[in-house]
């Protein structure tokens, strides 16, 4: 039997967006067990990290990537960090998921401390829980360090909550871009239980469905129904719109609002709007 191939080799193949990232092998790994956590590096702004992901980015041996996590995040890796891009987006060339559960598993075993980063929460819309059943079917006890999501700080920013007693007694997180050969969510079905029950709902990678989404939604949901769309929630090059349900897609295209952006669906929109009335806020959103 062939022997494994070794972290370094492995992380100096994992893809494109890994150019500019350090290339050595470690020479003072000690023998003790390596370990795993998987890590939100929150929407953008590098200061909504939270301290446990501080800590946790700092005791990094080897941080392994993802494309929308904020460079700014890494100030706080070790200067002996080996970091290594593992680019994940929608409609663009990826790192092979099965690869980066292959050079998280292969590190651990080598002794390092690996930190899987990710944009925003792990465990919302971010492959976390698939890559904590990898880890744990190879034998490694992994670690999750939430961070704040994009649904949450881009309606945050329009001065909205996604939840209010009066509008929205709860929330819903949706996904517009579905794996190959699942249809994803029934939009009909959605838009007519989000309107009997008073839900908002919140569709992360949703501009490349965008004609589908609107038109299920309408099925169970008035035209008139409020929508917010941020684009880089959280960034300083962050934009947003408001509009309605039969105006989302002509908004989006007016305004040029692309991916990653969130949509927003439901009366706390309404929240958004009341704030952009305001003095400090009408030209921000005009």
Known sequence: MSAPTPFSDLASTAGASDTGSPRFTRDDKTQAAGSCTLVGAGPGDPELLTLK?????????VLLVDDLVNDAVLAHASPSARIVHVGKRGGCKSTPQAFIDKLMITAVHEGEHVVRLKGGDPFIFGRG??????LREAGIDVQVVNGITSGLAGMSSLGAPLTHREHAHGVVFATGHA???????????????????KLTLVIYMGVSSLAQIRSGLLKGLPAHTPVAIVQHASLPEQREALTTLDELADTMAREGLQSPSIIV??????????????PHAAQKLA
């Open 53 to 61: 992901a501080v800590k946790a980015i700092a005791s990094a041996t």
């Open 179 to 197: 794996k190959p050969g699942d249809a994803g969510p029934d939009w009909a079905l959605l838009a007519n239980t989000a309107h009997q029950a």
């Open 129 to 134: 829980g698939e890559e904590v059943e990898h």
């Open 265 to 278: 669906v439901g009366d706390v929109v309404q929240g958004a709007r009341a704030w952009a009335a305001q």
